[in-house]
């Protein structure tokens, strides 16, 4: 099993709406969480971390851990057709998931 | 300030042959990561560097995959004899420390084995 685990895409939202990526983990020590963007052809780009349990606001982006339930998600408020990409999740070191499709449909 | 930095940009070479590709880290960031990317794949972890310690190895898939970081700052990846299946990007990305802060991402390497 994966030690981190991103739920299956792709995910399509229109323009404007909330767009909701979610990412579990197996390791309960985990204490720090990113979130990537990757546009087509292009590498990883950080976006968001959180090391606590909570939300964690930035502009449209809000990063939400949930260490009970060892999840953790990003939510895109207001979602723009420039928002489309790849969104890797990442546990501490090495764990990357494979990658949420989304895609804001004007 | 400069980020991490990746050359060739793009290599395309003949199967059989050797390749290597190079990482010029951010400055000061001790921790150095290899990944490999396929096309429409999620990154796939090759090795790892963290100061002087020794690398993990861990994620190499074959004893022709090798690696080498000179002087705790730039890394060289190597593969001999390449394959087809070899075909992707490769994406050097450091941090500040290992573990638990952000990797920063070179705008890695297309690799073509024709």
């Known amino acids: 099993q994966k030690e981190v685990e991103q739920n299956s895409g792709p995910l399509s939202v229109p323009e404007g709406a909330i767009a909701s990526l979610n990412c579990t983990y197996s390791d309960r020590g985990s204490q720090s969480f990113f979130w990537y963007r990757q546009y087509s052809g292009k590498s990883p780009e950080l976006i968001m971390f959180i090391y606590s349990n909570g939300d964690k606001e930035d502009g449209r982006f809000t990063a939400q851990l949930n260490k009970a339930s060892q999840y953790v998600s990003l939510l895109i408020r207001d979602s723009q057709p420039s928002d489309s990409a790849t969104y890797l999740c990442a546990g501490p070191g090495l764990t990357f998931g494979s990658g949420t499709q989304l895609t804001v449909l004007p | 300030g400069a980020g991490v930095s990746q050359s060739p940009s793009n290599k395309v070479t003949e199967k059989g042959k050797d390749v290597e590709l190079r990482c010029d880290p951010i400055?000061?960031?001790?921790?150095l990561y290899w990944y490999r990317q396929s096309l429409g794949q999620g990154l796939e972890f090759l090795i790892y560097f963290q100061g002087n310690s020794a690398p993990d190895k861990s994620g190499l898939p074959s004893d022709r995959f090798s690696a080498e970081r000179t002087g705790g700052s730039v890394s060289t990846l190597t593969i001999q004899r390449t394959q087809q299946e070899d075909s992707a990007v490769y994406l050097c990305?450091?941090?500040?420390?290992?573990?638990?802060?952000?990797?920063?991402f070179g705008p890695g390497t297309r690799l073509t084995v024709t």
């Open positions: 400055s000061g960031h001790t921790a």
């Open positions: 990305a450091s941090s500040l420390e290992g573990g638990t802060y952000e990797q920063y």
